[in-house]
């Protein structure tokens, strides 16, 4: 697919010297970043991401995006409810998580931008037989008619390897923590 430039969405639970510190790399590199917060204390992240002028999204939390002035807001594979009215009343932009073609359906119901299959490398969170690879990865993606985005096990060894997607973005976590 070409050497092409990826967004990034990183996933923050805290904030400590170490990852702003690769998070301010990243935007030095002149890399169109985001900034997910998994945590429900946010103040702190949130407070961040304003000073540096990253676009912030919650993480299936509605009512704490539109009291933080959020960006957007991420729903999660386990977020089901089928409302597709967040972006017309709210103008958040709406990202989702899914690891299936049901759950890109649903995420497609939900009016999602943009769409983070997953796990597609390796991580501690999922099994070895749920991992996609790179191949399996393409084929569920194939009739995908959204931005699609490579989530999970990405490292500084094969993120390369996302190149042979059709991902214009990688969702990161260990890739700026460790």
Known sequence: MGNIKLDYYIFVEELNE???????????QKLRINIVILDK????????????????????????????KADGI????????????????????????????????????????TILLSPIFYNKKYSSNKILYVPRFNLISLNWKTNICALGGISSTNIKLINLTRSKSVGVKSLITN
Do not use: M, W
């Open 41 to 68: 204390n946010s103040l702190i992240i949130s407070k961040f991401a304003k000073k540096e002028r990253i676009p912030l999204f919650f993480t299936d939390n509605l009512r704490d995006a539109i009291k933080n």
């Open 18 to 28: 170490k990852i702003i510190k690769n998070i301010i790399n990243l935007k030095k």
């Open 74 to 113: 991420f729903l999660t594979s386990k977020y089901k409810v089928l409302t597709n009215n967040i972006k017309k009343t709210t103008k958040l932009e709406v990202i989702g998580s899914a690891h299936n073609q049901y759950e890109y359906y649903i995420k497609k119901k939900q009016n999602c931008s």
